[in-house]
């Protein structure tokens, strides 16, 4: 059996929140959501566009200094990022031995980095720059990776969801690009690289 990878470009913040809020309706209490990728890459920014696709309505922000925020939504979600944590010890002493809460949504900034720590059925989300600069509006590339449970449908929801998004905020990139799958082997689930070169 193979897990494909979703591939979606976006070219703003606003459509990166749009494909995260198009995510957002397909979770649930205990769902975790992994997001790694470049510094600067859009995770907070995702996490922004899921939590208000998730009736939250105070402010996201990056949790790097606190490490934990929660907020309430539909449901309660966790926000965290273990980016500057030195170490798995680190993030067990502060109560996270295992990265999963079954009443919560819980979304992990840098969460591959402490993977053996999260649930073995999650969604691994990874952006990348897909243009030259950090700054201002530019691509983004976010590959949606499921590992194990009932992700793959759940996604398809998410990329029709999405474009009906995307086109009522008269998206820039066409559809027939936007979007990319690549198909995952068996026994493969955990190598951090997904080649998206396989399109189908
Ligand atoms: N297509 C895009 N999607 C998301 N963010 C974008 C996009 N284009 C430009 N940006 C900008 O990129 C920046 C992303 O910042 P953000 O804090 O979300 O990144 P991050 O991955 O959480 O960083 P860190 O690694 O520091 O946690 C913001 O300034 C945002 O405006
Ligand atoms: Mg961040």
Do not use: C
């Not at 809020?21 to 922004?48: H, N, R």
């Not at 992700?151 to 999405?162: S, T």
Request: aromatic share 6%.
């Amino acid at each position: 059996m193979t897990h494909d990878s979703l591939t979606v470009v976006t070219a703003s913040p606003a459509e990166t929140k749009a494909v995260a809020a198009a995510l957002a309706p397909e979770l649930l209490p205990g769902d975790t959501i992994s997001l790694s990728g470049d510094l600067g890459a859009g995770k907070t920014v995702f996490v922004q566009g899921l939590a208000s696709g998730l009736g939250v309505t105070e402010p996201v922000t990056s949790p790097t200094f606190t490490i934990v925020h929660e907020y309430d939504g539909h449901y309660p979600v966790l926000h965290l990022d273990v980016y500057r944590l030195g170490s798995f010890q680190e993030v067990i002493d502060l109560g996270f031995d295992e990265l999963s809460d079954p009443t919560a949504i819980l979304v992990v900034e840098w969460g591959e980095a402490v993977a053996p720590l999260l649930p073995p059925k999650h969604l691994a989300v990874e952006i990348r720059l897909a243009g030259p600069s950090v700054d201002g509006p530019g691509e983004r590339l976010l590959t949606f990776g499921p590992r194990g449970g009932q992700w793959p449908g759940r996604l398809e929801h998410m990329r029709r969801r999405a474009e009906e998004l995307l086109a009522s905020q008269g998206g820039s990139v066409p559809g027939e690009t936007r979007w990319a799958v690549a198909s995952r082997h068996p026994g493969r689930e955990d190598e951090g690289g997904i080649d998206v070169n396989q399109e189908t």
